[in-house]
């Protein structure tokens, strides 16, 4: 079974100019999230979809931002435009709808930032 | 202050020895208590999950919660060279709540 995918596994850009990353869940996974970790930082809660519906975008630094789930399977998440502290890793994770709780998170292998 | 808080390492230990990791927490709200490992270039990967206070035991890993201190652990015993990565603690509030906290992490090098 494929894991979370992710795409660019890195992107150098300038500074104003547009980012856009893709992930593709694992299939069958309704609940997709977005991280992000920036250089010397925890790893942060951007937002979360089930299916094409945003649940929770309370992570979302500002309206830069614009995540989107169309058809509810792959995601993307563009930066626009992208400034320097948006500079860090794009991790996108999916996590099954199950009644008990696990824990668990699939992360991809995340989409590196460099914005310059 | 930060929601979570880990030791920041990094680490670096003899192959056989016990690696001890740490996370304190401020928001008692936290019921569900994680430990994710991270290899260079990938993603976490799920290590252990605990509720509430307790300890959990698995194979060379045991993960500790006192919820009255806000402090969580995690041991590794018989380290070997491949466990040398980065361990995150992550902790939620909810069940079915995967929006986590995070540490900032631990990098741990296990030398032959």
């Known amino acids: 079974e494929a894991g979370v995918t992710q795409f660019p596994s890195h992107s150098v850009i300038e500074k104003g100019q547009t980012v856009t990353l893709r992930c593709d869940p694992i299939?069958?996974?309704?609940?997709l999230y977005w991280y992000r970790r920036v250089m010397g930082k925890e790893i942060k809660f951007l937002l979360h979809f089930v299916k094409e519906s945003k649940q929770d975008e309370s992570g979302m630094p500002n309206n830069r931002f614009l995540a989107e789930r169309t058809g509810g399977t792959y995601s993307t998440l563009k930066v626009q435009p992208a400034e320097l502290e948006d500079s860090g890793v794009y991790f996108c994770?999916?996590?099954?709808?199950?009644?008990?709780?696990?824990?668990?998170?699939?992360f991809g292998e995340g989409s590196r930032l460099t914005v310059l | 202050q930060k929601e979570v808080e880990q030791d920041p390492g990094p680490l670096s230990v003899p192959e056989g020895a016990i690696v001890s990791l740490n996370c304190t927490y401020s928001n008692s709200a936290f019921q569900y208590f994680m430990w994710y490992r991270q290899y260079s270039r990938k993603g976490p990967e799920l290590l252990m999950y605990t509720y509430s206070s307790g300890n959990k035991e698995d194979g060379r890993f045991t993960a500790q919660v006192d919820k009255s201190s806000k402090y969580i652990s995690l041991f590794i015993r018989d380290s070997q060279p491949s466990d040398s990565a980065t361990y995150l603690c992550a902790m939620s509030r909810r069940s079915n709540d995967y929006k986590l906290s995070f540490g900032a992490g631990t990098t741990v090098t296990v030398r032959a």
């Open positions: 299939s069958g996974h309704d609940n």
């Open positions: 994770a999916s996590s099954q709808d199950k009644n008990s709780f696990t824990g668990e998170l699939f």
